[in-house]
């Protein structure tokens, strides 16, 4: 039997990787943060020499992009020292560690997709947080992947296109960010992607490590993905409503954006032959799996 130590199990990403069909012969562990809070290094540290795991993929983060800017203590303790001790404790056991890092690592002013070797230089406390675990797991493990996503939705948690259906429902007019540029991911998608690496860099010590990116296909605006989502909802019947472009200076955060969070998937294709599809041909989809989980 081989097992797979999944942080972060009831999230967006971890939840998707739990309930994913995995090969004969795989388990996998995901205790709740009841069962071992991450933050806790020493219990973190006596789970996985207690455990013996044959890889780990760690999506558990700290999210709260926007209360990071005060909670900056919280958020690098789960985002960089978290990583730091999966890194030590993989790399002492030889297995491989698979972690999932964010765009918001980039500042966002360039105008292409971000290459997996372009400079690191986030705008606020979480992606400061999430560039240091980066750093602490390709460093603390060569035999390491960390995955770059952004713009996750699921049909759990909280995310843009939950947000949508909701808002769709109760507003008449509805203003969205017209001038950030990205690509949503679903986490099922990339929960298969995460098993391709792990699968692979656990059959093969010599499999490819370091950094890859994974977003679903075709760039758009958030604005533009609020209009794709309520023409799915207006096909199937909801209350839709009247969308509006506005500017992210109309819609003051306390963390700044990105306004190009366009991810290269060219390495994860090239050294995994991982293709993402198209984020349009799946989205009627996540909506009826949204729709069927309220209910
Ligand atoms: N969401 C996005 O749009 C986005 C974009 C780019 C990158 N990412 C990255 O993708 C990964 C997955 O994101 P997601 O959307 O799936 O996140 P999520 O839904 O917010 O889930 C985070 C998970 O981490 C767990 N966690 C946090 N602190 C913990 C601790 N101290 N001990 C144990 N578990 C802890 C949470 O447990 P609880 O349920 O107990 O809180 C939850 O299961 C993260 O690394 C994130 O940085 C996300």
């Keep these: 039997m ?6 972060g199990g009831s999230g967006q990403v971890g939840h998707e990787l739990v309930a994913r069909h995995w090969p004969a012969g795989v388990e996998i562990i995901a205790p709740s943060r009841a069962e071992l809070d991450l933050t806790d290094l020493s219990a973190t540290k006596a789970f996985l020499a207690d455990r013996k795991v044959d890889a780990v993929i760690n999506p558990a983060a700290y999210t709260a992009v926007d209360k990071a800017e005060t909670e900056v203590a919280a958020a690098f303790e789960t985002n960089a020292l978290v990583p730091a001790v999966l890194a ?4 002492d056991a030889g297995v491989p560690l698979i972690h999932v890092s964010t765009d918001y690592v980039f500042d966002g002013t360039g105008s292409e997709p971000y290459e997996v070797d372009a ?4 705008l606020g406390v979480y992606g400061a947080s999430k560039a240091a675990g980066e750093y602490a797991v390709t460093l603390g493990n060569p035999r390491s992947a960390v995955v770059r996503t952004a713009w996750v939705v699921s049909a759990r948690r909280s995310n843009f296109v939950k947000t949508m259906l909701r808002y769709g ?5 509805m203003k ?4 950030q540029r990205g690509a949503p991911t679903f986490a099922a998608d990339l929960a298969d992607a995460l098993a391709t690496i792990t699968l692979r860099m656990m ?3 010599g499999a490819p490590t370091g950094v890859f990116h994974f977003s679903n296909d075709g760039g758009t605006t958030w604005h533009d993905f609020a209009a794709a989502i309520f023409d799915v909802a207006k096909a199937k019947g909801l209350k839709t409503p009247r969308l509006e472009p506005i500017g992210t200076t109309d819609y003051p955060t306390p963390a700044r954006r990105p306004a190009n969070s366009l991810l290269s998937t060219a390495r994860i294709t090239r050294d995994y032959g991982v293709r993402p599809r198209p984020w349009r041909d799946g989205l009627p989809q996540l909506i009826d799996d949204i729709l069927r989980t309220a209910a």
């Design 2 to 7: 081989t097992v797979i130590l999944v942080t």
């Design 176 to 179: 969205v960010v017209a001038d």
């Design 88 to 91: 030590e404790a993989t790399r």
């Design 119 to 122: 400079p690191v230089r986030p």
């Design 169 to 173: 429902q109760e507003r008449d007019v």
């Design 203 to 205: 059959a093969d010590k």
